[in-house]
């Protein structure tokens, strides 16, 4: 009889201490910071009458804030795919190196679509180091010419 007790006991018990450590994903940040883009490398034209399919490389810098002389905290390098007929879409592939700062060493890898009119979305897919396990998304939007806004949600554990 007192072994479902017990059964009983230890289940509950477990619960408690899942519930109070939360999930995989206990940590989460909000990192704001600016893109300077860079001109891209075209390295693949597919069509003379359009830009759809053209393969572009980056190498950009993000940035404490919106100044030019702002501390340079990462570098998005990756690439760019014209997904799109009209041209206004990409599919991007890329990975933010943080070379300053708290996460200095560290990474994410970055997956999504973005676009040259309104709010882009792009997925976090993974990370390395200190954003080792990391799952999140991206906002960005441009708010001059050859600067995007960067809002980062970031949860890891």
């Known amino acids: 009889m ?4 017990l059964l009983l006991l230890l289940l509950l018990l477990a619960v408690a201490a899942f519930a109070a450590t939360g999930d995989a994903y206990g940590k989460f940040r909000h990192l704001h910071l600016y893109s300077r883009n860079s ?15 053209n393969i572009l490389a980056f190498d950009n810098v993000l940035q404490e804030g919106p100044d030019p ?5 990462a ?3 990756g ?11 990409a599919f991007t592939a890329y990975t933010i190196t943080f070379i300053a700062g708290e996460f200095n060493g560290s990474s994410l890898s970055v997956l999504g679509l973005t676009t040259t009119t309104g709010v882009s ?11 080792r396990t990391a799952r999140g998304y991206i906002l960005s939007q ?14 890891f554990s």
Do not use: K, W
Not at 41 to 51: I, Q
Not at 69 to 73: C, G, L, P
């Open 121 to 131: 979305d792009r997925s976090i897919v993974g990370g390395t180091g200190y954003f």
């Open 69 to 73: 002389s702002s501390r340079v905290i």
């Open 79 to 89: 690439m760019a795919v014209i997904a799109d007929l009209t041209g206004a879409n």
């Open 75 to 77: 570098r998005p390098q």
């Open 142 to 155: 441009n708010i001059d010419v050859g600067m995007e806004d960067y809002n980062i949600y970031i949860t």
């Open 39 to 53: 001109e891209p490398a075209r390295s693949v034209d597919l069509h003379r009458n359009n830009s759809f399919g």
């Open 2 to 5: 007192e072994s479902p007790n």
